[in-house]
């Protein structure tokens, strides 16, 4: 039934925070991205500029639909925004969004600031990251769908348990922590986290760099 529903357009699937939601919220998002950006520009704090836009699931989604925007815009800007946010150790909901964001997208124009920030604190950041990285940036493998089931089967089969990682963050992050292997304290729990996302990656990439540093 919810394939159906995802089918007529009426609802569609968020892979971020696993939920759905009806497609006139794309019309709510416009006034929100708007909003957004009012408040970036009126506040002259991070700590004003969150407390105006508050902490909703929904608005934590338009704030990475605005992210995404202001990449293509002024990069020299956002990036000391991102600078004032992580220098505080507060923003934790908000940094979450930032890197999922930067992961998602299809070039890393702000990989000197990660390069940096990954490696404070024992490398608590990448450990982080590498956590959101297999929650957050997925989307349904559609070509592997196509080749198991037909267009009716599709209407109605559980689709959501057979994604693919999306974003060039996986690369980055496979790459980075294989550069820096020497120098990250590998307990358990670190490796734990690690292994899930090379696994998830070599599952679906047979070939290439990042494979060869997955290993």
């Given at each position: 039934a919810i394939?159906?529903?995802?089918?007529?357009?009426?609802?569609?699937?968020?892979?971020?925070?696993?939920?759905?939601?009806?497609?006139h919220d794309v019309y709510e998002e416009i006034v929100l991205i708007h909003k957004i950006n009012q408040e970036y520009i009126q506040n002259e704090t991070v700590?004003?500029?969150?407390?105006?836009?508050?902490?909703?699931?929904?608005?934590?989604?338009?704030?990475?639909?605005?992210l995404h925007i202001q990449f293509e815009t002024d990069s020299a800007e956002i990036n000391q925004f991102f600078e004032n946010i992580f220098q505080n150790e507060d923003f934790l909901v908000w940094k979450d969004e930032i890197l999922i964001a930067l992961f998602s997208e299809e070039n890393m124009i702000f990989a000197p600031f990660l390069d940096r920030i990954l490696k404070e604190n024992d490398y608590a950041l990448l450990f982080r990251s590498l956590h959101l990285l297999n929650t957050a940036c997925k989307t349904i493998d559609y070509k592997f769908l196509e080749g198991l089931l037909t267009s009716e089967e599709m209407q109605t089969y559980n689709i959501y348990k057979f994604n693919i990682p999306l974003g060039h963050g996986w690369n980055y992050l496979i790459t980075y922590a294989y550069k820096h292997r020497e120098h990250i304290p590998w307990t358990e729990k670190n490796i734990d986290k690690i292994i899930n996302v090379l696994y998830t990656w070599s599952q679906k990439f047979n070939n290439g760099e990042t494979t060869r540093n997955a290993g």
């Open positions: 394939s159906l529903l995802q089918n007529d357009g009426i609802i569609y699937k968020d892979l971020t925070f696993d939920g759905f939601f009806f497609y700590t004003d500029f969150f407390d105006k836009i508050g902490d909703s699931i929904t608005v934590r989604k338009t704030f990475r639909l605005w």
